[in-house]
């Protein structure tokens, strides 16, 4: 029932930038905070940022003043704009939301950075 779509990875050079899409389906979207995740080869899936219903956000120490994470409740969509890419950002990338205490995931976009 609960759906997530993520796309908009590719491949891009180091300093460059890159803007992800999380299409949802199956959930009151204006009433959930919805989060970004990845999870590089070998590594621990992290929080990347996440964003309330009202639009508060939060976002790791390693991505700040780089990524910035918004939605539009119009389109049932939060996105991830990606600035200032380094290769350690390299990861596939997830959207993520709760429903009745269950999580859900989308199937995840590859962002791969260059050097």
């Known amino acids: 029932q609960v759906q997530l779509v993520e796309s908009g990875g590719g491949l891009v050079q180091a300093g460059g930038s890159l803007r992800l899409s999380c299409a949802a389906s199956?959930?009151?979207?204006?009433?959930?905070?919805m989060r970004w995740y990845r999870q590089a080869p070998g590594k621990q899936r992290e929080l990347v940022a996440d964003?309330?219903?009202?639009?508060?956000?939060n976002y790791a120490d390693s991505v700040k003043g780089r990524f910035t994470i918004s939605r539009d409740n119009a389109k049932n969509t939060v996105y991830l704009q990606m600035n200032s890419l380094k290769p350690e950002d390299t990861a596939t990338y997830y959207c993520?939301?709760?429903?009745?205490?269950?999580?859900?995931w989308g199937k995840g976009t590859l962002v791969t950075v260059s050097s």
């Open positions: 199956g959930i009151i979207f204006r009433l959930k905070a």
């Open positions: 993520n939301t709760e429903k009745y205490g269950i999580n859900y």
């Open positions: 964003i309330t219903s009202g639009s508060s956000t």
